[in-house]
């Protein structure tokens, strides 16, 4: 009777163990906990309007230099949102059991910090190029612009863009061009910082990724 009673004890825990769980429903309601999806699409329209306003700005004169069109910037930031996509697939699987879900893992944080320290860069370029191109005095000269700083110091700098047919192009779109950049790689730069910090955090704390595994002694949770 002793051990029947026991047994029966036994699979009475096991089951209310089994009921306080949370249900494998509430595991994948949970997977958009686990890796914020919004994230990943936010990435993805920032990289993408930060190369488009590249080329736009490029489409302008085509001597603009590379720091001045920071295409480069928004193509990483494609790839990071690529790398969350695939990252939001599989992170369901509970503690790293694939050396692709940790892989994967470890390029996204490591592309988000490239990330954000790329978009401060291009935030300090073009903010320095705005606040040239809102003071240049610019004249047509053949099929380009020569645009300086100071008519009234013989020894200032000049700038010359190439295939600009109208000068204006340079002292406006270009800088609203710049001022767009700035505040688009400011917004790309949050979104990398929010996205390295939340897989640092579901790295090093833990979050609920499975069901809980019992035992006579601890009761330990499953973490991604």
Not at 51 to 56: D, G, N, R, S
Request: hydrophobic content about 45%.
């Amino acid at each position: 009777m002793g051990q029947g009673q026991k047994g029966s004890s036994d699979k009475k825990e096991n089951k209310k163990k089994r009921d306080d769980s949370p249900t494998p429903e509430d595991g994948k309601k949970c997977r958009v906990c686990r890796f914020p999806l919004l994230v990943a699409l936010l990435q993805l329209l920032l990289g993408v309007a930060v190369t488009a306003v590249a080329f736009l700005m490029l489409a302008i004169s085509p001597s603009l230099l590379t720091r001045e069109t920071p295409h480069w910037a928004g193509i990483i930031l494609c790839l990071v949102s690529i790398l969350g996509f695939i990252l939001y697939c599989i992170t369901y699987q509970p503690d790293e059991r694939t050396s692709m879900q940790f892989i994967v893992k470890l390029l996204y944080f490591v592309l988000c910090t490239i990330g954000l320290v790329l978009s401060v860069l291009v935030v300090a370029f073009a903010g320095h190029h705005h606040s040239q191109t809102s003071n240049f005095t610019c004249e047509k000269a053949g099929e380009g612009c020569v645009c300086i700083l100071d008519q009234n110091d013989p020894l200032a700098r000049t700038f010359t863009y190439e295939g600009v047919s109208d000068c204006e192009a340079i002292t406006g779109t270009l800088t609203f061009y710049f001022l767009l950049q700035i505040f688009l790689n400011l917004a790309q730069a949050l979104v990398c910082a929010v996205g390295a910090f939340i897989m640092w955090k579901h790295r090093y704390q833990v979050f609920f990724a499975g069901l809980q595994i019992g035992s006579p002694s601890t009761e330990q949770w499953q973490k991604v």
